[in-house]
């Protein structure tokens, strides 16, 4: 329980930071937009931002929106320059990956994995453990996100 | 000696052999290493009987000294065997010990067997070891190979299940008998035993993945899936569904008015996943309507989850309408006009399905969240 308390604190507290950015944005979408993402940047900060899921988070992050890494930076607290070794790192495990990609298409639950994958960020390149310890760990973290925003959302 | 000592020993070593592959199977999570050496152990020794009566001048040096000493050590690794293992195994290696000893063990068995025990940590292998050296002696009949035996008797009290594998690979190596040709096919067909590295690998991979799934099934909702198949899909609609919470509720801050279809998570474009096509089926809507008032009286929660159960949910009725603006679908005409953000009372909430063709499973999915219901605390 007093993990999980404190990671929500600690969600509470990055995603302030984030919103207090101040964004001058008209358009409801982009405003939605600028929320979402301060949030999901201070999700994938919490704790120690060392996992998979949350590595590859801020990558896709930065990378769809340069603009955003200002942002992202403030959140983390530190710059970001482990951008390129994590696609060094991306591109090594897919290519482990890739080399027992036979193994892996010749389950069953392809389907199944193949849709979780998709889910979680990141999830292209781990094979099936990490898979599902990583989804376990972004389950967890979801959770807490959602709590706090809707209990913010019920405050207001 | 030997001759009637070993037909009473045949058809009683096949019920201990199936009595072991019980074992095996029960205990295989438990004690690996101590089970299955003793297995191969039976394999060994059904070829040995078999083999035996053709080739009694192999062993030339068996009839010459049956040293009184070495049952001394026989029945002190017995002991301590006993120790460790059930007591079926510990019959099973007991007779194996007797059907060694009456081959007659020179010397060097005895040494061997000193060295061993002072060696290892382990009181379970030298007992393995010995009956192990004992095979190897039969096998090569060379009682003068000691450095090689012990170098690879040290690599059996550091190994594991593989040691059993070279072993019996080395003895097919060096008798080249067709006794110990068939003993290695028969140690592969072995079931429940793991006779290479790389079904090792896989059954540890398969425990872990085991593990994990035990501990997302405490987390995800709706878990009393045996089937791990269902399992993962539970998951994956578990997290779509979350994902989805979050990016409504980021909206929700903004009043309500959403311009986006929110089904499609972030990462795809919006555009690939066609956005809400409403399914309601207007009869089948008034009982469920009824039936989530009926329980909206008594807690918030459990309405949630008769309504999540059935493939839908609640919202406002402002999101709801600009949902459906936004996605120009036919809708559910709202009851009132003003849901607003915050607490729904019940006849003011609409309720919607949406089906979303982004599941690859097929599966009709709701994931539209009811916003800041503050009863949904």
């Known amino acids: 329980m007093k993990a999980r308390s404190s990671l929500k604190q600690e969600f509470l507290e990055k995603w302030r930071k984030g919103l207090q950015i101040g964004r001058n944005d008209s358009t409801i979408l982009e405003r939605k937009d600028a929320i979402k993402l301060s949030a999901d940047v201070a999700i994938a900060a919490t704790r120690n931002a060392a996992t998979r899921w949350r590595r590859a988070l801020l990558c896709d992050v930065v990378s769809k929106n340069p603009t955003n890494k200002h942002v992202v930076e403030q959140i983390l607290g530190h710059k970001l320059k482990n951008t390129a070794a994590t696609t060094r790192l991306t591109t090594a495990c897919r290519r482990r990956i890739l080399r027992r990609g036979q193994n892996y298409r010749r389950r069953k639950r392809n389907k199944r994995s193949r849709a979780l994958r998709k889910l979680v960020p990141g999830g292209e390149e781990m094979d099936g453990v990490l898979l599902l310890q990583e989804t376990l760990d972004y389950i967890v973290s979801l959770r807490a996100q959602v709590d706090v925003m809707r209990r913010l959302a019920a405050i207001t | 000696m030997r001759e009637p000592s070993r037909e009473p020993e045949s058809p009683g070593l096949n019920s201990i052999n199936s009595v072991m592959n019980q074992h095996l199977f029960l205990h295989e999570m438990l004690q690996p290493f101590n089970?299955?050496?003793?297995?191969?152990?039976?394999?060994?020794?059904?070829?040995?009987?078999?083999?035996?009566?053709?080739?009694?001048?192999?062993?030339?040096?068996?009839d010459d000294h049956p040293p009184p000493?070495?049952?001394?050590?026989h029945s002190a690794a017995m002991r301590m065997r006993h120790q460790q293992i059930s007591g079926a195994a510990a019959k099973a290696l007991m007779l194996q010990q007797q059907l060694l000893l009456?081959?007659?063990?020179?010397?060097?068995?005895?040494?061997?067997?000193?060295?061993?025990?002072?060696?290892?940590?382990?009181?379970?292998?030298?007992?393995?070891?010995?009956?192990?050296?004992?095979?190897?002696?039969?096998?090569?009949?060379?009682?003068?190979?000691n450095s090689n035996q012990s170098q690879q008797f040290h690599h059996l009290q550091g190994g594991g299940l593989q040691q059993s594998q070279s072993l019996s690979g080395a003895a097919a190596a060096t008798s080249g008998d067709g006794a110990a040709g068939r003993s290695k096919q028969k140690v592969r067909a072995r079931r429940g035993q793991a006779t290479d590295p790389h079904s090792i690998a896989e059954r540890l991979r398969r425990e872990r993945i085991a593990e994990r799934m035990k501990s997302l099934q405490e987390l995800v909702p709706n878990a009393n899936k045996t089937d791990k198949a269902s399992m993962l899909d539970e998951i994956i609609d578990?997290?779509?569904?979350?994902?989805?919470?979050?990016?409504?509720?980021?909206?929700?801050r903004l009043g309500g008015a959403a311009a986006v279809a929110p089904l499609a998570p972030d990462k795809s474009p919006e555009g690939r996943q066609p956005a809400a096509s409403n399914n309601s089926n207007k009869e089948g809507m008034a009982a469920t309507e009824q039936q989530v008032a009926k329980l909206l009286e008594e807690d918030m929660g459990s309405a949630m989850q008769y309504l999540q159960g059935k493939g839908l949910c609640l919202m406002p009725i402002s999101l709801a309408t600009a949902i459906s603006t936004a996605t120009s679908h036919s809708r559910n005409p709202p009851h009132n006009g003003e849901a607003g953000g915050g607490g729904p009372s019940s006849p003011s909430t609409s309720v919607m399905t949406v089906q979303s063709s982004a599941t690859t499973i097929g599966r009709k999915m709701s994931l539209q969240e009811a916003i800041a219901a503050p009863k949904l605390e």
């Open chain 2, 35 to 62: 089970f299955e050496p003793t297995s191969s152990h039976e394999d060994f020794l059904e070829q040995m009987l078999s083999s035996v009566p053709p080739t009694p001048s192999s062993f030339p040096w068996a």
């Open chain 2, 69 to 73: 000493g070495n049952s001394e050590d």
């Open chain 2, 102 to 145: 009456s081959r007659g063990f020179s010397a060097p068995m005895h040494d061997h067997n000193d060295v061993v025990d002072s060696s290892s940590p382990n009181s379970a292998n030298p007992a393995n070891d010995a009956s192990i050296k004992g095979l190897f002696n039969v096998f090569t009949g060379l009682p003068g190979q």
């Open chain 2, 238 to 252: 578990y997290v779509k569904f979350l994902q989805l919470q979050v990016k409504v509720l980021s909206m929700s």
